[in-house]
């Protein structure tokens, strides 16, 4: 059935998991009470459907030569994620604030809060890099500048779509300024790297040091 939907609608696969992604996340913030079940389901929901719509998965092509230096842009834009955050004073946009949902305070079970570590860990530093870089960098840029965003390759976007991307990545986050200007340096990496591996690389380090960031400052209210 997805194979077939992404035929006669080839924006789908792309589209689906970013969808049912930011509904579920509107969900943990209207329950906050069940916020640990509903993350867990959010993992199981956006990994099926991800798995669903693996057609896209073939833009994604492992290419050593960009690990070392994705890594290093994806450390640096975590410096900047919290120092931006810790430093500056922005006006914020009325999306509402993170669950800042913090583990050792609602989780009394160790063993129950291992397992919550590992989903929680397995959707920020896997699940989400993947699902946002084939939406946002993969599709929109393209879309954005072309419909028809199947005949333009990877990494090939206008600089309308690089403004118009980068702004509503930022509008999709709390912390609409580091997003904004993460999403700006990643978008450009693609132009650079035409590699959406790239991209990848650096979310999932930026991610990782963020969340080891979190987890030794106990800094709940980046999560």
């Known amino acids: 059935m997805s194979e077939r939907a992404?035929?006669?609608?080839?924006w789908l696969p792309y589209v689906v998991p970013m969808v049912l992604f930011l509904a579920i996340t509107a969900l943990e913030g209207q329950r906050p009470d069940w916020y640990v079940a509903i993350y867990v389901a959010k993992v199981i929901v956006v990994l099926a459907a991800l798995i669903a719509f693996r057609s896209v998965w073939?833009?994604?092509r492992f290419e050593g030569k960009w690990v070392l230096p994705s890594a290093i842009i994806g450390v640096a834009l975590f410096a900047m994620w919290v120092w931006v955050e810790k430093k500056l004073e922005y006006p914020p946009l009325p999306l509402g604030d993170r669950t800042a949902f913090n583990p050792f305070e609602k989780?009394?079970?160790?063993?129950?809060?291992?397992?919550?570590?590992?989903?929680?860990?397995?959707?920020?530093?896997?699940?989400?890099?993947v699902m946002e870089e084939i939406f946002w960098r993969s599709f929109l840029l393209r879309f954005i500048t072309k419909p028809e965003f199947q005949t333009l390759a990877v990494g090939e976007f206008s600089t309308n779509a690089l403004l118009i991307g980068s702004a509503l990545f930022g509008l999709a986050h709390p912390e609409w300024l580091p997003a904004l200007i993460f999403a700006?340096?990643?978008s450009l990496w693609l132009r650079h790297t035409k590699s959406l591996f790239?991209?990848?690389?650096?979310?999932?380090?930026?991610?990782?040091?963020?969340?080891i960031y979190i987890l030794t400052q106990h800094e709940w209210a980046f999560w």
């Open 6 to 10: 992404a035929i006669s609608r080839p």
């Open 58 to 60: 073939k833009e994604i």
């Open 107 to 129: 989780i009394g079970d160790p063993g129950m809060r291992s397992l919550f570590f590992a989903f929680r860990f397995f959707g920020l530093v896997l699940l989400v890099p």
């Open 184 to 186: 700006l340096a990643v």
């Open 198 to 211: 790239a991209c990848i690389v650096v979310h999932l380090v930026t991610n990782l040091a963020l969340g």
